[in-house]
Every structure is written in structure tokens, then in C-alpha cells.
């Protein structure tokens, strides 16, 4: 009983301090969202981070516990697809919960299919969780989520200590336990990356755009998956690891639009021409 109170009484200041950090990532100025970062945290959150470690390699050979108990590397879910990578622990009273459903949300609303175009896969930090929290968390998310390819495409991880800090730290991850509240010191967001494990984009807080998500997945897959306006908006847009959002790019956008003007005036002269001609024609064929 005193274990569940002190977690009751002390979850509410940690994830209000968390999430005065997560949440200025959302703001309307992309310029004003600088990414979490140790110097820029408060004091009370020492060695707590989420470092930018971009193209850094997952270690693949990492081996952790399936939502089945069965024994799994995480280089099994990689290879043909990218993946989105959440870090987070099943009993976390409510930061870790903000989340997965912000990423359920903005899953939701992105146009590919889990499990087909894309794989994600949620580990807990924290090495005392089983793989029977793990089956409970993905089934709640599955039916969250709602869409098909969700069973086979979102995994749900526990493995020891060792191998947690592997990818903790390839991530940039950092987090500390508090055992006065009994809970765990930590940032939000999750991390996209290639399907060779290179890490690519980072989502910080609790909300994130839908259209930096897709952008994300497009990039990572190296043209695998995406259309080609999803094409067309990668070179108009431009993924800052600064603030963790996708930017149009001004110079990229005035080359499209010089483009265009120039397209759209050869055409307008090339029918003036054609017409011209065409008048000249029956002109002389009617002076004939």
C-alpha cells in the first residue's frame, strides 16, 4: 500500500516537470523548439536526456523477450522496413502512457500500414518488467489503434539490464530511478529509423504531426514506401535535428516556382507559335 501511495503522490510533480520540457517542441515556431538536452533541463532532472544521435547504429544483436516470451533480437524487426522505436516502461503511471497514445494518434493519421510499410517497436527501460505487462500494454494499444497489420507489425519488448542499456545509449536515451516515488526519470518522444538500424528522425513530447511522421518514414525507407507528392515534399522540406520538425526550405521552393513559371511560359509561347503557324498555313493555303 505505501508503495502504490508514494507512486500516486509523486507521479504528478515528475510528469509536470517532464513535461514542461516535451511539451515547447509542439509550439507554432519551429525556431523556439530546441531539442531535450541535458544543458537544458532543470536541475532536479540530472541525468535525464534525450540526445540527437542521428545515423547512430542500433545495436541489432541486442536480445530481449517478446509480448509471447519468446526470445527475440532486435535486428528480427528490421531489414526491409523502417521502424519507429518508442522507449518507455509498462508501469509508468502516466508520462510513458501521453506517449504511446500520442503515437498511437498520429499513427492513426498517417496513410501507410503498420506491419506492411513500417514496423514499431516499444521497449521498456526498465529491466524488472515481464513479458506478461508487455502482451497486456500491446493489446490495449492494438485495439487503440484500431487498423489491420497492427498484431504482427507493433512489438512490445522487456529484456535485462545490459541489453536495454545497449540501445539506451545508442539512442541517446537517458533516464534515472527515483526511489522516493518508486518511479523512473525520463523524456518523451520516440525515434524513427532506417531498415539497417540507422537512427533518422526524432519525435520529442507527447504530440506530433502527422506530416513530419509521414516525411519521416518516406525519408527512412529510401524511397520505399511514399508517392510522388510524398517525393515532392521532401525537397521542399528539410528535417532539422535542432528542433526535431521537418521545415520548408525557401531557396528549394523558389527553384519549384522559377520551374513552374518557366514551364508554364514555354508552354503559353509554344501555343502562341503553334497557333501562329497554323494561321500562316491556311493563309497561304487559302491564297493558293
Given at each position: 500500500m505505501s508503495k502504490t501511495l508514494n507512486r500516486r503522490t509523486g507521479w504528478i510533480t515528475v510528469c509536470l516537470i517532464l513535461l514542461a520540457g516535451s511539451v515547447t517542441f509542439s509550439a507554432e515556431d519551429p525556431q523556439e523548439q530546441p531539442a531535450w538536452s541535458p544543458s537544458a533541463q532543470p536541475k532536479s532532472l540530472k541525468g535525464v536526456g534525450y540526445a540527437q544521435n542521428l545515423n547512430a547504429q542500433l545495436p541489432l544483436d541486442a536480445k530481449f523477450r517478446g509480448e509471447t516470451g519468446r526470445i527475440v533480437k532486435l535486428g528480427d524487426y528490421f531489414g526491409e522496413k523502417?521502424?519507429?522505436?518508442?522507449?518507455?516502461?509498462?508501469?509508468?503511471?502516466?508520462?510513458?502512457?501521453?506517449?504511446?497514445?500520442?503515437?498511437?494518434?498520429?499513427?492513426?493519421?498517417?496513410?501507410?500500414?503498420?506491419?506492411?510499410?513500417?514496423?514499431?517497436?516499444?521497449?521498456?527501460?526498465?529491466?524488472?518488467?515481464?513479458?506478461?505487462?508487455?502482451?497486456?500494454?500491446?493489446?490495449?494499444?492494438?485495439?487503440?489503434?484500431?487498423?489491420?497489420?497492427?498484431?504482427?507489425?507493433?512489438?512490445?519488448?522487456?529484456?535485462?539490464?545490459?541489453?536495454?542499456?545497449?540501445?539506451?545509449?545508442?539512442?541517446?536515451?537517458d533516464f534515472s530511478y527515483d526511489p522516493a516515488s518508486d518511479e523512473f526519470m525520463h523524456a518523451s518522444g520516440f525515434t524513427v529509423s532506417t531498415p539497417a538500424g540507422r537512427l533518422s528522425h526524432y519525435f520529442y513530447g507527447i504530440d506530433y504531426p502527422p506530416q513530419d511522421l509521414r516525411l519521416a518514414l518516406v525519408e527512412a525507407s529510401d524511397g520505399g514506401i511514399g508517392s510522388a507528392v510524398d517525393q515532392f515534399l521532401l525537397f521542399c522540406y528539410h528535417y532539422d535535428p535542432e528542433t526535431g520538425r521537418y521545415g520548408m526550405v525557401i531557396n528549394r521552393v523558389l527553384t519549384v516556382a522559377c520551374m513552374s513559371t518557366v514551364v508554364l511560359l514555354g508552354c503559353t509561347v509554344g501555343g502562341f507559335v503553334w497557333r501562329e503557324r497554323k494561321r500562316n498555313v491556311r493563309g497561304t493555303e487559302g491564297g493558293q
Open positions: 523502417p521502424v519507429v522505436l518508442a522507449l518507455v516502461y509498462y508501469e509508468c503511471p502516466m508520462l510513458c502512457n501521453l506517449v504511446l497514445n500520442g503515437l498511437t494518434d498520429v499513427l492513426q493519421q498517417v496513410p501507410f500500414e503498420m506491419g506492411r510499410d513500417f514496423e514499431v517497436v516499444t521497449i521498456s527501460f526498465d529491466h524488472e518488467e515481464t513479458h506478461v505487462l508487455a502482451a497486456e500494454k500491446k493489446q490495449n494499444y492494438v485495439k487503440r489503434y484500431g487498423r489491420p497489420g497492427a498484431e504482427d507489425g507493433w512489438h512490445f519488448l522487456v529484456g535485462d539490464e545490459a541489453e536495454i542499456e545497449k540501445v539506451t545509449k545508442a539512442v541517446g536515451f
